[in-house]
């Protein structure tokens, strides 16, 4: 099991630049992949990027693909995901979320470990 706190959430304007944060906690994380989930108001939640933890081998929605970029600090225990070029539609409640394996995958229900999540608000 691993605890997983989402920070960095906030308000932007369109065009502009936000850094997520997820800090980590609990076991070790050497076979884990990490990932990035957003839901918008009224939208199921979507698969927006994914890193192992051991390679930094990284995946990305095509919605968020050359705008967004993941990251982790195998030393800090966090995984972060900067955001460029925001849009409205980047809106929604952003998800830190864990699955114990070394895969890619972008299903919602294969990651078992999740944040709370964190609000990004894009003015238009």
């Known amino acids: 099991q691993v605890q997983l706190v989402e920070s960095g959430g906030g308000l932007v304007q369109a065009g502009g630049s936000l850094t997520l944060s997820c800090a980590a906690s609990?076991?070790?994380?050497?076979?884990?992949?990490m990932g990035w989930f957003r839901q918008a108001p009224g939208s199921e939640r979507e698969f927006v990027a994914a890193?192992?933890?051991?390679?930094?081998?990284?995946y990305y929605a095509d919605s968020v693909k050359g705008r967004f970029t993941i990251s982790r600090d195998q030393v800090k225990k966090t995984v972060s995901l900067q955001m460029n070029s925001l849009q409205a539609e980047d809106t929604a409640v952003y998800y830190c979320?864990?699955?114990?394996?070394?895969?890619?995958?972008?299903?919602?229900?294969?990651?078992?470990?999740w944040g709370q999540g964190t609000q990004v608000t894009v003015s238009s």
């Open positions: 979320a864990a699955r114990p394996y070394d895969s890619l995958v972008t299903k919602v229900f294969l990651y078992r470990d």
């Open positions: 609990g076991r070790t994380f050497a076979s884990y992949t």
């Open positions: 890193i192992t933890w051991n390679s930094g081998l990284t």
